[in-house]
């Protein structure tokens, strides 16, 4: 069974553009989660998704948005990029939102300028 | 509360040796607590987790013990190898219930330790 996949690895943008990520989970998973690392920050939780419902959000401002379509697939979007938006961004999947075990992707290097 | 607290940052065990990384947490809702390893480059890969009904889990060289009543939890990695390098990450997450039924929430993460072991 093919794991979580991000698009694109790598990105770089400049400050005051936007950027859409995109996670494809694990064939079956239904819950989609976001999470973002950096080396001051750690790993910090963005946002879930479940049947197309953002299910539960982290501490990050409205620039940070999601979405999940009918295939589970995900995207999320940065809008207005700061230098401080630079990281990996982090999919993780897992079955529903009734299990506990998440798997993730490679995640996707964002670098602002 | 809803601090995970890792240490070592770093750790450095010879091949052979055993590497422990330690947890400890405030929230007494989590009740799952997963260990992720991490290579340069790559996403965290889960390696073993537990649940607070049960004091230590063993998988492989891998093992995980719980105290409860401490509120800690900690990673052994019996005889280390080169291979083992990499950054660990220990996490914990809850239930709670909203209108789908019970959830999982997310996964608080403690802040890494990068473990080098040296052949």
Known sequence: KAGVTQTPRYLIKTRGQQVTLSCSPISGHRSVSWYQQTPGQGLQFLFEYFSETQRNKGNFPGRFSGRQFSNSRSEMNVSTLELGDSALYLCASKAGPGTDTQYFGPGTRLTVL | ??????????????????????????????????????????????????????????????????????????????????????????????????????????LTFGQGTILTVHP
């Open chain 2, 1 to 106: 509360q809803q601090q995970v607290k890792q240490s070592p940052q770093s750790l450095i065990v010879q091949k052979g040796g055993i590497s422990i990384i330690n947890c400890a947490y405030e929230n007494t809702a989590f009740d799952y607590f997963p260990w992720y390893q991490q290579f340069p480059g790559k996403g965290p890969a889960l390696l073993i987790a537990i649940r607070p009904d049960v004091s230590e889990k063993k998988e492989g060289r891998f093992t995980i013990s719980f105290n409860k009543s401490a509120k800690q939890f900690s990673l052994h990695i019996m005889d280390s190898q080169p291979g083992d390098s990499a950054t660990y990450f220990c996490a914990a997450s809850s239930q709670f219930l909203n209108a789908g039924g019970t959830s999982y929430g997310k």
